[in-house]
């Protein structure tokens, strides 16, 4: 079992910068993978990034590659998403979650959630 808690969001003017964090509960947190995705209003539930359990491997959505950055400290059960050049569009609960080893884009695959965090970016 994992539980999650996010954290960072908050209200940001476009072009500005946010740091996500992902406070993981349990031992063997070092054995997840872990995705960000997050949710807008009236809108579909959407990948945003994921790191491998070890950290070794990453994936972007095309709409944030180059401006979000996802990382993890094992030792910390911490992950983060640090996110800059925000725009309007980024607005949304952010959720943080978790599956064994392997990183995949798809929420569905992902068993252990955080109840998120809103980030809203002002143009």
């Known amino acids: 079992q994992v539980q999650l808690v996010e954290s960072g969001g908050g209200l940001v003017q476009a072009g500005g910068s946010l740091r996500l964090s992902c406070a993981a509960s349990?031992?063997?947190?070092?054995?997840?993978?872990v995705g960000w995705f997050r949710q807008a209003p009236g809108k579909e539930r959407e990948f945003v990034a994921a790191?491998?359990?070890?950290?070794?491997?990453?994936s972007y959505a095309d709409s944030v590659r180059g401006r979000f950055t996802i990382s993890r400290d094992n030792a910390q059960n911490m992950v983060y998403l640090r996110m800059n050049s925000l725009k309007p569009e980024d607005t949304a609960v952010y959720h943080c979650?978790?599956?064994?080893?392997?990183?995949?884009?798809?929420?569905?695959?992902?068993?252990?959630w955080g109840q998120g965090t809103q980030v809203t970016v002002s143009s």
């Open positions: 790191i491998l359990w070890n950290g070794g491997s990453t």
């Open positions: 979650a978790a599956r064994l080893r392997v990183r995949t884009t798809y929420a569905q695959d992902y068993p252990y």
């Open positions: 349990g031992r063997t947190f070092s054995s997840y993978a």
